[in-house]
Nanobody, 121 residues
Framework: QVRLVESGGGLVPPGGSLRLSCVFS????????ISWYRQAPGRQREVVAG???????SYARSVQGRFTISRDNAENTVHLQMNSLKPEDTAVYYC???????????????WGQGTQVTVSS
């Protein structure tokens, strides 16, 4: 089992910044990658950014150049630095861990509870 707890959401004006954190615990050796997703009202959940076990990163085109994902292994935390925020970035942001369970030879996804980000003047 892997547990994920997000924090750092809030209300910010357009052009502002926020830093989200995702603290992970449990069977962390099984984690291959951690990603940030978001879901706006009435829309499907979409991937925002991801970071692999080797530190490789990827971003959705809509946030490229504005968001940065990073991993602090000492603190078991993945951060999402969000700059130049736009109203369309408003959503609930979720952290997801992709794990491989050797005993069952299965891939498993774990999700956090989400944190609300609202970009508005």
């Amino acid at each position: 089992q892997v547990r994920l707890v997000e924090s750092g959401g809030g209300l910010v004006p357009p052009g502002g910044s926020l830093r989200l954190s995702c603290v992970f615990s449990g069977d962390i050796d099984s984690i291959n990658a951690i990603s940030w997703y978001r879901q706006a009202p009435g829309r499907q959940r979409e991937v925002v950014a991801g970071i692999g076990h080797d530190g490789s990163t990827s971003y959705a085109r809509s946030v490229q150049g504005r968001f940065t994902i990073s991993r602090d292994n000492a603190e078991n935390t993945v951060h999402l630095q969000m700059n130049s925020l736009k109203p369309e970035d408003t959503a609930v942001y979720y952290c997801k861990a992709d794990s491989y369970i050797v005993a069952t030879m299965r891939d498993v996804e774990y999700w956090g509870q989400g944190t609300q980000v609202t970009v508005s003047s």
